[in-house]
């Protein structure tokens, strides 16, 4: 699961922040890691926005977030 911290009223939306390169970084590690533990199963990438600040915090969960990518892709 990726995490991402929004300002209040911030132009960027959180999920344009997470770029192609970020994206392919966080599913090679992913491919990488469950190859090497042999895992056969479903696996997906999730992402949770924070907004607010301390002492009003909310969190939205993006289930499913962005699909694989690169060489290593599940």
């Known amino acids: 699961m990726e995490v991402k911290l929004a300002a209040e009223g911030s132009a960027t939306r959180p999920l344009e922040k997470l770029d192609r390169a970020k994206r392919r970084k966080i ?7 469950l190859s090497s533990t ?12 924070v907004r607010g ?13 962005f699909p694989a990518e690169g060489r290593f892709s599940i």
């Open 27 to 33: 599913s090679m590690t992913a491919a990488l890691w």
């Open 38 to 49: 042999g895992f056969e199963g479903y696996s997906r990438f999730d992402v949770a926005v």
């Open 53 to 65: 600040k301390p002492g009003g915090f909310t969190v939205e969960i993006f289930e499913n977030a």
